[in-house]
Protein backbone atom coordinates (compact mmCIF):
# COMPACT_ATOMS: atom_id res chain seq x y z
CA UNK A 1 0.00 0.00 0.00
CA UNK A 2 2.90 2.12 1.15
CA UNK A 3 4.55 1.63 -2.16
CA UNK A 4 1.48 2.28 -4.45
CA UNK A 5 1.34 5.53 -2.73
CA UNK A 6 4.52 6.41 -3.22
CA UNK A 7 4.43 5.46 -6.61
CA UNK A 8 0.96 7.49 -7.39
CA UNK A 9 2.88 10.69 -5.04
CA UNK A 10 6.00 10.40 -7.90
CA UNK A 11 3.40 10.06 -10.53
CA UNK A 12 1.81 12.84 -9.84
CA UNK A 13 5.23 15.35 -8.96
CA UNK A 14 6.27 14.54 -12.73
CA UNK A 15 2.64 15.61 -13.89
CA UNK A 16 2.48 19.02 -12.15
CA UNK A 17 6.16 19.24 -13.21
CA UNK A 18 5.79 18.59 -16.96
CA UNK A 19 2.99 20.77 -16.78
CA UNK A 20 4.37 23.51 -15.27
CA UNK A 21 7.38 23.41 -17.59
CA UNK A 22 4.64 23.44 -20.32
CA UNK A 23 3.17 26.60 -18.76
CA UNK A 24 7.02 28.29 -19.08
CA UNK A 25 8.41 27.74 -22.34
CA UNK A 26 11.23 28.99 -23.45
CA UNK A 27 13.45 29.15 -26.58
CA UNK A 28 16.87 27.41 -27.26
CA UNK A 29 19.60 28.88 -25.52
CA UNK A 30 17.15 31.12 -23.30
CA UNK A 31 16.03 28.23 -20.85
CA UNK A 32 17.01 29.85 -18.02
CA UNK A 33 14.05 28.84 -15.81
CA UNK A 34 13.89 25.44 -17.28
CA UNK A 35 17.71 24.32 -16.60
CA UNK A 36 17.53 25.80 -12.88
CA UNK A 37 14.48 23.34 -12.22
CA UNK A 38 16.07 20.13 -13.75
CA UNK A 39 19.67 21.51 -11.85
CA UNK A 40 17.63 21.97 -8.65
CA UNK A 41 15.88 18.44 -9.08
CA UNK A 42 19.09 16.73 -10.17
CA UNK A 43 21.01 18.21 -7.16
CA UNK A 44 18.25 17.37 -4.97
CA UNK A 45 18.88 13.76 -5.67
CA UNK A 46 22.66 13.82 -4.56
CA UNK A 47 24.52 13.69 -7.60
CA UNK A 48 26.89 15.85 -9.33
CA UNK A 49 25.69 18.52 -11.44
CA UNK A 50 27.65 20.31 -14.01
CA UNK A 51 25.97 23.72 -15.77
CA UNK A 52 26.88 25.78 -18.69
CA UNK A 53 28.02 23.38 -21.29
CA UNK A 54 26.36 24.95 -24.38
CA UNK A 55 24.99 27.86 -22.38
CA UNK A 56 22.26 26.56 -20.33
CA UNK A 57 22.93 23.31 -20.67
CA UNK A 58 23.05 20.84 -17.42
CA UNK A 59 24.37 17.28 -17.02
CA UNK A 60 23.71 15.15 -14.15
CA UNK A 61 26.08 12.39 -13.41
CA UNK A 62 25.47 9.47 -11.23
CA UNK A 63 28.22 6.37 -10.31
CA UNK A 64 26.86 3.79 -8.72
CA UNK A 65 29.48 0.51 -7.87
CA UNK A 66 32.58 0.56 -10.15
CA UNK A 67 30.77 -1.00 -13.38
CA UNK A 68 33.77 0.51 -16.05
CA UNK A 69 31.18 1.51 -18.50
CA UNK A 70 29.59 4.88 -18.93
CA UNK A 71 26.66 6.01 -20.84
CA UNK A 72 24.83 8.96 -21.54
CA UNK A 73 21.23 9.48 -22.07
CA UNK A 74 19.72 13.02 -23.60
CA UNK A 75 16.51 15.19 -22.96
CA UNK A 76 15.65 18.53 -24.68
CA UNK A 77 14.74 21.27 -22.84
CA UNK A 78 13.63 24.19 -25.71
CA UNK A 79 10.37 25.46 -26.78
CA UNK A 80 9.39 26.73 -29.89
CA UNK A 81 8.58 30.53 -30.98
CA UNK A 82 4.88 29.85 -31.89
CA UNK A 83 2.05 30.73 -30.46
CA UNK A 84 -0.25 27.94 -28.28
CA UNK A 85 -3.96 27.81 -29.07
CA UNK A 86 -5.28 25.12 -27.72
CA UNK A 87 -6.99 25.80 -24.24
CA UNK A 88 -5.68 23.76 -21.13
CA UNK A 89 -5.31 24.86 -17.43
CA UNK A 90 -1.54 25.15 -18.11
CA UNK A 91 -1.57 26.61 -21.17
CA UNK A 92 1.54 28.26 -22.36
CA UNK A 93 1.64 31.70 -20.26
CA UNK A 94 4.28 33.64 -22.93
CA UNK A 95 3.02 34.45 -25.83
CA UNK A 96 4.22 33.37 -28.89
CA UNK A 97 6.08 30.57 -27.36
CA UNK A 98 5.09 27.19 -26.65
CA UNK A 99 6.01 23.26 -26.43
CA UNK A 100 4.31 21.99 -29.57
CA UNK A 101 7.25 19.21 -29.55
CA UNK A 102 7.50 17.60 -26.50
CA UNK A 103 10.24 18.43 -25.08
CA UNK A 104 8.84 19.68 -21.46
CA UNK A 105 7.71 15.75 -21.66
CA UNK A 106 11.43 14.82 -22.44
CA UNK A 107 12.54 17.06 -19.44
CA UNK A 108 10.37 15.79 -17.19
CA UNK A 109 10.73 11.84 -18.37
CA UNK A 110 14.60 12.13 -17.82
CA UNK A 111 14.14 14.15 -14.04
CA UNK A 112 11.81 11.13 -13.07
CA UNK A 113 14.90 8.73 -14.36
CA UNK A 114 17.47 9.97 -12.72
CA UNK A 115 15.32 10.83 -8.88
CA UNK A 116 14.43 6.87 -9.22
CA UNK A 117 17.52 5.77 -10.63
CA UNK A 118 19.42 7.61 -7.42
CA UNK A 119 17.24 6.32 -4.82
CA UNK A 120 17.20 2.45 -6.11
CA UNK A 121 20.80 2.30 -7.31
CA UNK A 122 20.08 -0.62 -8.96
CA UNK A 123 23.15 -0.76 -11.57
CA UNK A 124 27.26 -0.84 -11.69
CA UNK A 125 28.43 2.31 -13.59
CA UNK A 126 28.01 5.74 -14.40
CA UNK A 127 25.43 7.74 -15.81
CA UNK A 128 25.54 11.15 -17.60
CA UNK A 129 22.01 12.19 -17.34
CA UNK A 130 22.63 15.44 -20.30
CA UNK A 131 19.94 18.50 -20.64
CA UNK A 132 20.34 19.76 -24.21
CA UNK A 133 19.45 23.40 -24.93
CA UNK A 134 18.24 24.76 -28.27
CA UNK A 135 17.20 21.25 -30.46
CA UNK A 136 14.88 23.16 -32.27
CA UNK A 137 17.43 24.56 -35.34
CA UNK A 138 19.29 26.73 -32.83
CA UNK A 139 22.39 23.97 -32.38
CA UNK A 140 22.23 23.23 -28.75
CA UNK A 141 23.92 19.72 -29.35
CA UNK A 142 26.67 20.70 -31.57
CA UNK A 143 27.35 23.68 -28.67
CA UNK A 144 27.82 21.00 -26.28
CA UNK A 145 29.74 19.09 -27.98
CA UNK A 146 31.98 22.12 -28.71
CA UNK A 147 32.13 23.19 -25.40
CA UNK A 148 33.68 19.59 -24.31
CA UNK A 149 30.77 17.48 -23.51
CA UNK A 150 33.13 14.16 -24.38
CA UNK A 151 36.06 14.99 -22.78
CA UNK A 152 34.52 16.52 -19.50
CA UNK A 153 31.99 13.46 -19.52
CA UNK A 154 33.08 10.66 -22.04
CA UNK A 155 30.36 8.11 -22.99
CA UNK A 156 30.42 4.52 -24.34
CA UNK A 157 27.19 5.38 -25.57
CA UNK A 158 24.75 7.80 -25.76
CA UNK A 159 21.03 7.36 -26.18
CA UNK A 160 18.28 10.17 -27.26
CA UNK A 161 14.54 9.69 -27.02
CA UNK A 162 11.48 11.61 -28.96
CA UNK A 163 7.65 11.42 -28.56
CA UNK A 164 5.52 9.95 -31.52
CA UNK A 165 1.96 10.58 -31.76
CA UNK A 166 0.11 7.84 -33.04
CA UNK A 167 2.03 5.38 -31.42
CA UNK A 168 0.01 3.99 -27.58
CA UNK A 169 1.53 5.71 -24.81
CA UNK A 170 2.61 1.85 -23.69
CA UNK A 171 4.32 1.40 -26.96
CA UNK A 172 7.93 2.48 -28.35
CA UNK A 173 9.27 2.34 -31.98
CA UNK A 174 12.88 0.88 -31.79
CA UNK A 175 14.67 0.67 -35.48
CA UNK A 176 18.16 0.46 -36.43
CA UNK A 177 19.77 2.32 -38.91
CA UNK A 178 18.52 5.91 -40.00
CA UNK A 179 16.18 7.58 -38.30
CA UNK A 180 15.88 11.03 -39.02
CA UNK A 181 17.10 12.93 -41.80
CA UNK A 182 20.24 15.35 -41.77
CA UNK A 183 18.58 18.99 -42.21
CA UNK A 184 20.93 21.96 -44.26
CA UNK A 185 20.13 24.73 -45.83
CA UNK A 186 20.99 26.13 -48.88
CA UNK A 187 21.05 29.36 -51.13
CA UNK A 188 21.50 30.26 -54.61
CA UNK A 189 21.61 33.81 -56.43
CA UNK A 190 21.63 34.35 -59.84
CA UNK A 191 23.09 37.59 -60.31
CA UNK A 192 22.45 39.28 -64.08
CA UNK A 193 22.32 42.46 -65.19
CA UNK A 194 19.11 44.50 -64.45
CA UNK A 195 17.28 46.32 -67.35
CA UNK A 196 13.99 47.61 -68.26
CA UNK A 197 11.17 45.29 -68.83
CA UNK A 198 10.83 46.42 -72.40
CA UNK A 199 13.73 46.05 -73.59
CA UNK A 200 15.46 42.11 -72.13
CA UNK A 201 18.38 41.81 -74.50
CA UNK A 202 20.26 45.45 -72.98
CA UNK A 203 20.91 43.06 -69.79
CA UNK A 204 20.73 39.73 -68.87
CA UNK A 205 17.61 38.51 -67.30
CA UNK A 206 18.22 36.61 -63.74
CA UNK A 207 14.50 35.61 -63.35
CA UNK A 208 14.62 33.43 -66.23
CA UNK A 209 17.72 31.21 -65.05
CA UNK A 210 16.08 31.01 -61.55
CA UNK A 211 13.00 29.67 -63.49
CA UNK A 212 15.17 27.03 -65.29
CA UNK A 213 16.47 26.13 -62.05
CA UNK A 214 14.02 25.44 -60.36
CA UNK A 215 12.17 23.24 -63.14
CA UNK A 216 15.44 21.52 -62.98
CA UNK A 217 16.27 21.43 -59.66
CA UNK A 218 14.01 17.60 -58.77
CA UNK A 219 16.00 16.02 -61.44
CA UNK A 220 18.95 15.71 -58.75
CA UNK A 221 16.14 13.36 -56.41
CA UNK A 222 14.61 11.97 -59.60
CA UNK A 223 18.23 11.21 -61.74
CA UNK A 224 21.37 11.30 -59.66
CA UNK A 225 20.74 9.97 -56.17
CA UNK A 226 20.42 6.08 -55.88
CA UNK A 227 16.76 5.24 -56.25
CA UNK A 228 16.61 3.13 -53.39
CA UNK A 229 17.63 6.46 -50.98
CA UNK A 230 15.71 8.40 -49.69
CA UNK A 231 16.59 12.10 -50.32
CA UNK A 232 14.32 15.36 -50.54
CA UNK A 233 15.49 18.81 -52.10
CA UNK A 234 13.05 21.94 -51.54
CA UNK A 235 13.13 25.14 -52.83
CA UNK A 236 11.32 27.17 -50.12
CA UNK A 237 12.14 30.62 -50.53
CA UNK A 238 12.12 32.72 -53.72
CA UNK A 239 12.94 36.38 -54.06
CA UNK A 240 13.11 38.82 -57.05
CA UNK A 241 12.10 42.00 -58.16
CA UNK A 242 9.85 44.11 -56.75
CA UNK A 243 5.55 43.80 -57.18
CA UNK A 244 5.44 47.93 -57.68
CA UNK A 245 8.02 47.49 -60.79
CA UNK A 246 6.90 45.07 -63.24
CA UNK A 247 8.67 47.21 -66.07
CA UNK A 248 11.94 46.15 -64.50
CA UNK A 249 14.40 43.44 -65.06
CA UNK A 250 16.06 43.06 -61.18
CA UNK A 251 19.76 42.56 -61.18
CA UNK A 252 18.97 38.90 -59.36
CA UNK A 253 17.07 36.27 -57.92
CA UNK A 254 17.41 34.66 -54.96
CA UNK A 255 16.62 30.96 -54.50
CA UNK A 256 17.09 29.18 -51.45
CA UNK A 257 15.66 25.82 -49.66
CA UNK A 258 16.34 23.14 -47.92
CA UNK A 259 18.18 19.63 -48.29
CA UNK A 260 17.67 16.24 -46.85
CA UNK A 261 19.60 12.37 -46.82
CA UNK A 262 20.23 9.82 -44.64
CA UNK A 263 23.72 8.91 -45.44
CA UNK A 264 26.65 11.11 -45.19
CA UNK A 265 27.53 9.92 -49.09
CA UNK A 266 23.66 11.34 -50.22
CA UNK A 267 24.23 14.36 -48.26
CA UNK A 268 27.65 14.96 -50.18
CA UNK A 269 25.99 14.26 -52.87
CA UNK A 270 23.20 17.25 -53.01
CA UNK A 271 25.60 19.65 -51.70
CA UNK A 272 27.83 19.42 -54.72
CA UNK A 273 24.96 18.77 -56.75
CA UNK A 274 22.69 21.60 -56.09
CA UNK A 275 25.75 23.66 -56.98
CA UNK A 276 26.28 22.26 -59.90
CA UNK A 277 23.03 22.73 -61.55
CA UNK A 278 23.05 26.56 -60.73
CA UNK A 279 26.73 27.03 -61.90
CA UNK A 280 25.63 24.91 -64.64
CA UNK A 281 21.75 27.46 -65.25
CA UNK A 282 24.18 30.28 -65.02
CA UNK A 283 26.64 29.47 -67.81
CA UNK A 284 24.05 28.46 -70.06
CA UNK A 285 22.40 31.85 -69.63
CA UNK A 286 25.38 33.81 -69.33
CA UNK A 287 25.11 35.03 -65.72
CA UNK A 288 26.99 34.24 -62.84
CA UNK A 289 25.83 31.94 -59.94
CA UNK A 290 26.69 32.42 -55.83
CA UNK A 291 26.16 29.21 -54.28
CA UNK A 292 26.13 28.42 -50.43
CA UNK A 293 25.66 25.16 -48.67
CA UNK A 294 24.75 25.30 -45.03
CA UNK A 295 25.46 21.80 -43.00
CA UNK A 296 22.94 22.38 -39.68
CA UNK A 297 22.20 19.00 -38.81
CA UNK A 298 24.06 15.35 -39.53
CA UNK A 299 21.25 12.46 -40.18
CA UNK A 300 20.45 10.55 -36.90
CA UNK A 301 21.71 6.87 -37.97
CA UNK A 302 20.88 4.21 -35.03
CA UNK A 303 24.38 2.16 -34.09
CA UNK A 304 23.33 -1.72 -33.96
CA UNK A 305 24.81 -1.70 -30.61
CA UNK A 306 23.30 0.45 -28.77
CA UNK A 307 19.84 0.29 -30.31
CA UNK A 308 20.05 -4.03 -29.82
CA UNK A 309 20.31 -2.24 -26.34
CA UNK A 310 17.25 0.18 -26.47
CA UNK A 311 15.47 -2.06 -28.06
CA UNK A 312 16.18 -5.24 -24.57
CA UNK A 313 15.14 -2.29 -22.71
CA UNK A 314 11.91 -1.48 -24.49
CA UNK A 315 10.90 -5.13 -24.85
CA UNK A 316 10.84 -5.15 -21.48
CA UNK A 317 9.05 -2.34 -21.03
CA UNK A 318 6.39 -2.27 -23.21
CA UNK A 319 6.62 -6.51 -24.33
CA UNK A 320 5.40 -6.92 -27.44
CA UNK A 321 4.38 -2.97 -28.31
CA UNK A 322 7.42 -2.26 -29.45
CA UNK A 323 7.71 -1.77 -33.14
CA UNK A 324 10.92 -3.03 -34.63
CA UNK A 325 9.80 -1.32 -38.35
CA UNK A 326 8.99 2.05 -38.31
CA UNK A 327 9.81 4.39 -40.91
CA UNK A 328 12.30 7.36 -40.09
CA UNK A 329 11.19 10.96 -40.18
CA UNK A 330 12.31 13.28 -43.01
CA UNK A 331 12.75 15.64 -39.78
CA UNK A 332 16.04 16.39 -38.04
CA UNK A 333 17.31 16.06 -34.72
CA UNK A 334 20.50 17.82 -33.43
CA UNK A 335 21.25 14.57 -31.51
CA UNK A 336 23.26 13.68 -34.15
CA UNK A 337 25.66 15.51 -32.94
CA UNK A 338 25.73 13.37 -30.05
CA UNK A 339 25.34 10.09 -31.88
CA UNK A 340 28.41 10.93 -34.36
CA UNK A 341 30.39 10.63 -31.74
CA UNK A 342 29.53 8.15 -29.82
CA UNK A 343 27.58 5.15 -30.76
CA UNK A 344 24.16 5.79 -30.31
CA UNK A 345 20.05 4.93 -30.32
CA UNK A 346 17.63 7.32 -30.86
CA UNK A 347 14.16 6.02 -29.52
CA UNK A 348 10.45 6.84 -30.37
CA UNK A 349 8.07 6.55 -27.39
CA UNK A 350 3.92 6.63 -27.92
CA UNK A 351 2.34 9.69 -27.38
CA UNK A 352 -1.31 8.22 -27.60
CA UNK A 353 -3.78 9.14 -30.56
CA UNK A 354 -3.02 12.72 -31.96
CA UNK A 355 -5.63 14.61 -30.70
CA UNK A 356 -7.37 17.02 -33.10
CA UNK A 357 -5.38 15.79 -35.50
CA UNK A 358 -2.95 17.86 -34.06
CA UNK A 359 1.23 16.68 -34.98
CA UNK A 360 4.69 18.41 -33.46
CA UNK A 361 5.07 21.52 -34.58
CA UNK A 362 1.28 22.17 -34.47
CA UNK A 363 -0.08 24.72 -32.41
CA UNK A 364 -2.41 22.42 -30.09
CA UNK A 365 0.37 19.57 -30.07
CA UNK A 366 1.09 18.90 -26.37
CA UNK A 367 3.01 16.26 -24.47
CA UNK A 368 0.89 12.79 -23.29
CA UNK A 369 1.22 12.88 -19.47
CA UNK A 370 0.07 9.34 -19.89
CA UNK A 371 3.46 8.83 -21.69
CA UNK A 372 5.58 9.37 -18.36
CA UNK A 373 5.36 6.14 -16.63
CA UNK A 374 6.58 4.64 -19.89
CA UNK A 375 9.06 6.70 -20.41
CA UNK A 376 10.45 6.66 -17.05
CA UNK A 377 10.51 3.00 -16.70
CA UNK A 378 12.21 2.99 -20.17
CA UNK A 379 15.37 4.81 -19.12
CA UNK A 380 15.35 3.63 -15.88
CA UNK A 381 14.89 -0.14 -17.50
CA UNK A 382 17.80 0.69 -19.78
CA UNK A 383 20.52 2.12 -17.06
CA UNK A 384 19.68 -1.30 -15.20
CA UNK A 385 20.51 -3.55 -17.75
CA UNK A 386 22.99 -1.44 -19.62
CA UNK A 387 25.27 -0.92 -16.41
CA UNK A 388 23.98 -4.36 -15.41
CA UNK A 389 25.02 -5.05 -11.54
ZN1 LIG B 1 10.50 19.84 -32.84
ZN1 LIG C 1 11.36 17.67 -30.78
New binding site residues.
Partial sequence: MAVNEDVRAEMDFLVALRRDLHAHPELGFEEERTSQIVAEHLTETGMKVHRGLGGTGVVGTLTVGNGPRTIGLRADMDA?AMPETADRPYKSTVPGKMH??GHDGHTTLLLGAARELARTRNFSGTVHFIFQPA??GRGGAKRMVEDGLFEMFPCDAVYGLHNMPGLDTDEMAVVTGPQLASSDSWQVRFRGVGTHGAKPHLGKDPVTAGGHFLASLQTIVGRVVDPLQPAVVSACSVQAGDPNALNVIPDFIDIAGTARAYTPRVRDQLEEEIGRLANGVAAMFGIEAEYRFIRRIPPVVNNADATGRALAAAQAVCGDKVRTDFPPST?GDDFAFFSQDVPGAYVWLGNGPAVDGAL??NTAYDFNDGAIGTGVKFWTTLVEQELAA
Fill in positions: LACEEAHH
